[in-house]
């Protein structure tokens, strides 16, 4: 009996370091690495970093990787395109995945993608959001990066007849819009004229219009009827003489346009 009862003592020592590992917290920690300004239409290289920053293996871990989205119902879309993702993350609608299993203590393991984004009117960002088994501290959990573009240069140089390709709506905040609901889209053409007028081919009744460009990468123009603007477009220039912007009417709705030269 006294054998036994020794033996015991002498284990539970042995015992304490895995109660104390389980007991430990796990805390892990996410960045997300952006590649600064990108041109429009290109792909910008994003990485997470998700660095188990504990004393004990994390389990389970996983990150979400979250996108600007178009405005359309009742189904929304990815707001660009999503290339070179890495192997573990899948495609979730307009969510990725990203199933990472467990990471050692003190170590980091990084996640990469290809963003190609499209002009939208409202500034977008991406954010990546990572989840582990019992994580005791989420402030550390989640990253966000904006999604910077730049734009052509491309000077008129006028007359310059155009394409106007248009969706209309409420709420629209990119072409890109129309891209991913081709079935809604229009299009009528107009010319740039040398004095900083609109003219319409073809229609004997139009509203006046004019046009101007404060840089090479902007156009504005503006549809006037009975002295009061019921149409005004801001465009930016987006590569192969085009310009992508929204157009704002004298209603509730308004429309994205893409002019092309």
């Not at 003489?241 to 092309?260: E, I, K, M, Q, W």
Request: hydrophobic share 40%; glycine share 8%.
């Amino acid at each position: 009996m006294h054998r036994y009862f020794a033996a015991l003592t002498l284990s539970i020592p042995c015992l304490l370091p895995r109660f104390a590992e389980a007991a430990r917290p796990t805390d892990i920690s996410v960045q997300l690495l952006s590649p600064g300004p990108v041109l429009v239409g290109a792909p910008g290289r994003y990485e997470v970093v998700v660095e188990n920053v504990s004393r004990r293996r994390a389990q389970n871990v996983r990150v979400q990787i979250h996108f600007p989205l178009t405005a359309t119902s009742p189904r929304a879309y990815i707001l660009g395109e999503v290339t070179g993702a890495d192997a573990r993350c899948y495609d979730d609608g307009t969510v990725f995945e990203c199933v990472l299993g467990h990471l050692r203590r003190g170590k980091s393991t990084r996640i990469g993608f290809d963003f190609t984004a499209a002009h939208s009117a409202v500034p977008g960002e991406i954010r990546a959001v990572a989840s582990t088994t019992n994580d005791t501290d989420l402030g550390n959990n989640e990253a966000s990066a904006p999604v910077e573009l730049v734009y052509y240069t491309q000077p008129l140089s006028p007359p310059a007849a155009a394409t106007v390709t248009f969706c209309s709506g409420q709420g629209l905040i990119a072409f890109y819009d129309c891209v991913v609901s081709p079935g809604s889209t229009g299009s009528y053409p107009l010319t740039l004229e040398v004095n900083g007028t609109v003219s319409f081919p073809g229609r004997t009744t139009a509203p006046t219009g004019t046009w101007s460009q404060s840089a090479p990468e902007d156009l504005h123009i503006e549809f006037t009827s009975q002295g009061r603007v019921v149409m005004s477009f801001d465009g930016k220039a987006i590569g192969g003489a085009c310009f992508d912007g929204l157009a704002t009417f004298s209603s509730p709705y308004n429309a994205a346009y893409r002019v092309c030269f």
